[in-house]
């Protein structure tokens, strides 16, 4: 009975892990031809620290990977279904994380555009076995808009599919960055 319990528990895990994709930043410039339902989302995460992982929930299970996850700034461009997005996990490492559940981690991504979501900045104070748990710091957990240096990035790292697709704002509120750099002449290039 024992065994029979193992080996549901293993195919339940093997299940939700299957069903969960791994995003892998694109490394070239070329603006491939996307299905219908194919948008661009470009996230910026900057920490203290290297992160485990983040879990993102919406149309299919999204999770971003520790090789992109480092100490710094980390730009990821990817391409995703069409939807609503949540982020709903930072783990740090070691078991530890955060869980997040409010509305102000939603995200939207339309088809045919690069949909920018925004910056999120984990401030993860160093922990030490030493110090008990009850006093040490909580990590900070910020997703803010940083639209002008998005753009930066973009003219940089991607410009050909800059040209060719149109970069909006997605993440909570309204952005109104975009539309008046594409008014700019040449497109407010750095």
């Known amino acids: 009975m024992k065994l029979m319990k193992v080996g549901l528990l293993l195919s339940c895990l093997v299940l939700l892990t299957s069903c969960v994709n791994n995003l892998k930043k694109l490394t070239v410039d070329e603006d491939r031809q996307l299905r219908d339902n194919i948008g661009y989302l470009l996230l910026s995460v900057e920490t203290t620290s290297d992160l485990q992982m983040i879990s993102i929930n919406g149309p299919i299970m999204l999770s971003i990977s520790q090789q992109d996850?480092?100490?710094?700034?980390?730009?990821?461009?990817?391409d995703v279904p069409e939807g609503e997005y949540d982020f709903t996990q930072v783990m740090y490492g070691?078991?530890?994380g955060a869980t997040l559940k409010d509305g102000a981690w939603r995200f939207r991504?339309?088809?045919g555009k690069?949909?920018?979501?925004?910056?999120?900045t984990v401030n993860r104070p160093a922990s030490y076995w030493w110090i008990p748990a009850s006093e040490a710091k909580r990590p900070q957990l910020i997703l803010e808009n940083r639209a002008a240096d998005a753009l930066e990035f973009m003219h940089k790292n991607y410009p050909n599919i800059l040209k060719a697709r149109a970069l909006q704002y997605g993440g909570a509120g309204d952005d109104y960055f975009f539309p008046y750099a594409q008014k700019l002449p040449n497109g407010a290039k750095p």
């Open 69 to 78: 996850l480092k100490t710094g700034t980390n730009y990821l461009l990817v």
């Open 94 to 96: 070691y078991g530890n």
């Open 109 to 111: 991504v339309v088809a």
């Open 114 to 120: 690069i949909n920018y979501i925004g910056n999120l």
